[in-house]
Every structure is written in C-alpha cells, then in structure tokens.
C-alpha cells in the first residue's frame, strides 16, 4: 500500500513538473512573441520614416532638377546676350578704329597746318634783306640798319683796338667758324665787318683817293656794300700780315674754301664775277643750308636765282 502511494506520489510529481515546464515554455513563447511584436511595430516605423525620407528626397530633387532647368535657360540666354554684346563690342572697336584713323588723319593735317603756319611766322620775323642779292641797280636803302648788332671779341680782330660790329644773331656761327680754324691751326681775323652807309661811303672816298677811278671796281658804289647788312665780314691772316694781296694763296683762304659753309659763310665775289673784282677776304653769311648747297654744287651766290637763294631764308639761322 505504502508503496503505490510512493509510486502514486512520485507520478503526480512528475506530472506537476511536466505541468510547470510547459506552462513556463508557453510564457516563455508568448514573451518572445511580444517582443517580436514590438521590434516589428519599430521596424514598421522605420520603414515609414524612411519612405517619408525618400519622399522628401525625391521632391526635392525634383526641386533641382527644375532649378537646374532654369538655370541652363538663364545660361543660353547669358550666352545669347553676352555674343550680342560681343557683336556690339567689335562694332564700336571697329567705330572706335575709324574714328582714330580719322583723328590721326585731322591731327596729321593741323599738325601739318601749324607747321606751315611756324614757317610763315618765322619767315615774317626773318629780315627778307638778309638773302637778297645786290646790284648796282638794286641795292639796300640807305637808311637800312641790322636789327641788332654785337662788337666781335677784340681777340678775333687784326686790329685789336678797333670796334667792330657784326648781326648778333651770326655771332655764334662767327665764333665756331674761327674756334674750328684754330683748331686746324689756322688763323683768321676780322678786319671789317658792319658798315653803316655813312661810313661805307667814307671808306669809298678812302679808296678813290687811293686808287681814283679804279675803285669803283673793288668798293661797292657810294655806301652801297653787302657790309651795310651785318652779316658780312672781311677776313685776313696773320700768316699773310693781314694784307687783301694774296690772301687766296694763304692756307686760311684755302681752309676758308673747304670748311667757311659749315659755318654758313660764302664767298661773295669770286674769280671773274660779273660784280666786282675778285674778293677772297670778302665772306658772306647765308646760314648753313645754303652755303653746304653753294659749296657742294661749286656755285656761287650771285650764280642762283633769287627764287632759289629765298627758299633757304626761313632756315638761315638755324
Ligand atoms: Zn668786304
């Protein structure tokens, strides 16, 4: 008895644990369902919040897309514009060009203009006596005077106590001239230069009593002489004792021959001149231009025509 109550016991024990295992098993299984429940429901959530997401993504790249749009349109119209605006550039370059072109050409012109207008002006301030040629029928007035006169430096003079004058501005050309000479180991000296016509008359009178009729040939007619214009000078050497006799055999006349142009000086009357005797000491200044053209073409003054000699007057100090 006592031990099928035993089995009966231990049975039933049995039974409750099997009970309690199984019960536990399905809380167990019901826990897990719940949490699975849970992690869907978060899961679900997810994917929503996502899908909103993609959505918000989508529209807006829609949103790009459109602006994208917009702005290539804005581009072509930029572009269209800036190559309306090139083609308008080229034109007023092209406007600007010829406008330029057309400014050069007036500029050119009034250049020109004032140019033409200096050399008139300087050609009325330039004393037209200055380049005339003289004759024994067409010669200056008397009461002519040069517009200024300067005394030539004593050290250039033969006589060194004697007061000559000469035209101021031919001054600076008389003074290279002789500087030059020096330095070619020449000597030169003045021996007249500006003679008014009262004195030229004088010196005539001086001759005539010298040489009587004769002295028409060698001495200008009564005050009449290139002297009276101040730019005219009688030269001698001390190499020759400063005699008129024989200075065209001096080295200084044959230095005076080959160099006297540069400095704007000419011979007035050479050997067998239609004008007066031959006068190798007597140098007229004609400015640079003229006399290089004289000396280079082995001409002399009187050998030109007055329209020739006049074209040189604008330029006679330069
Ligand atoms: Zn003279």
Same mark, same amino acid.
């Given at each position: 008895m006592v031990r099928k109550n035993i089995v009966l016991g231990i049975g039933m024990a049995v039974v409750l644990v099997l009970l309690g295992w199984g019960g536990y098993s399905l809380w167990r299984l019901h826990q897990d369902k719940l949490a699975l429940q849970t992690r869907v429901t978060k899961l679900d959530r997810s994917v929503a919040g996502l899908e909103a997401e993609l959505a918000r993504v989508n529209k807006d790249n829609a949103s790009l897309t459109d602006f994208l749009e917009t702005e290539r349109t804005k581009n072509s119209d930029l572009n269209k514009s800036l190559e309306t605006e090139q083609n308008n550039n080229s034109n007023l370059a092209q406007a600007l060009q010829a406008e330029q072109s057309r400014n050069n050409a007036n500029f050119n012109q009034l250049q020109q203009l004032s140019g033409t207008v200096g050399t008139l002006t300087k050609l009325s301030q330039t &004393?037209?006596? @200055?380049l005339q040629k003289y004759s024994k029928v067409y010669f @200056? !007035?008397? !009461?002519y005077v040069p517009s200024q006169l300067t005394a030539i430096n004593p050290?250039? @003079?033969? !006589? #060194? =106590?004697a007061a000559i004058q000469i035209h101021t501005s031919v001054v600076p050309f008389l003074m290279r001239m002789f500087t030059a000479a020096a330095g070619d180991g020449i000597n030169l000296q003045v021996i007249s230069g500006y003679r008014s016509f009262g004195e030229q008359a004088a010196v005539k009178t001086g001759y005539k009593m010298s040489y009587g009729s004769g002295a028409n040939k060698f001495s200008? &007619?009564?005050?009449? =002489?290139?002297h009276q214009l101040g730019t005219t000078v009688d030269l001698v050497t001390s190499e020759n004792k400063g005699s008129f006799t024989g200075f065209d055999k001096t080295k200084a006349y044959a230095w005076l021959v080959s160099n006297a142009h540069r400095f704007g000086f000419a011979l007035?009357?050479? #050997?067998? !001149? %239609?004008?007066?005797?031959?006068?190798?000491w007597h140098w007229r200044f004609v400015g640079t231009t003229l006399a290089s053209k004289l000396h280079d073409s082995n001409q002399? %003054?009187? &050998? @030109?025509?007055q329209r020739e000699i006049s074209q040189h007057l604008v330029s006679i100090f330069d």
């Open positions: &004393d037209r006596e @200055l @200056l !007035n008397e !009461n050290q250039y @003079l033969y !006589n #060194k =106590s200008a &007619d009564q005050g009449y =002489s290139e007035s009357y050479p #050997k067998g !001149n %239609f004008y007066y005797i031959y006068e190798p002399h %003054f009187y &050998d @030109l025509t």
